[in-house]
């Protein structure tokens, strides 16, 4: 297969769009560990000490999200220079790497949203677990 500028332009939507959904998951959750760690101080509690454990995790994994992110994206338009400059084997291998990275950045994608369902897992079950016991909600049959 013969590589063109238009193959690795073809990714720059895709990347660019990622790279939003990944600094909105970050916005999100940073907002998110300042609510939680003003109501610490507050009040210490250890299911907050817990939730902002978890969000240190997940704000770690996504950091690395975006680092892949914005690696893949780096060597993409690396690729198109190569190619623009007549280093079409060079390009080659850097488009494969821009690809890898963002493989790489997806599958931390996978392994965060998979914590995020967990912990609210986790906090339903508490919840359904509390109302179970004041008898407000009929138990699941």
Known sequence: MELSLTTPALLFPAISLLMLAYTNRFIVLAQ????????????????????????RKRLSIIRNMQIF?????????????????GGAF???IVFG??????????????MEVQISINALNIQLKDFELDHYKDD????KE
């Not at 992110?69 to 400059?85: D, E, K, P, T």
């Not at 407000?136 to 138990?139: F, G, R, S, V």
Request: glycine share 4%.
């Open 97 to 110: 790497l821009s690809l890898i990275l963002l493989l790489i950045s997806l599958g931390l994608l996978v």
């Open 32 to 55: 998110l560990v300042r609510d939680l760690y003003t109501k610490y101080t507050k009040e210490p509690d250890i299911s907050l000490k817990d939730q902002i454990h978890n969000l």
């Open 69 to 85: 992110g914005a690696l893949s994206f780096f060597f993409c338009v690396m690729s198109m220079f190569l190619i623009y400059a």
């Open 90 to 92: 060079s390009a080659n």
């Open 136 to 139: 407000k909600i009929p138990p």
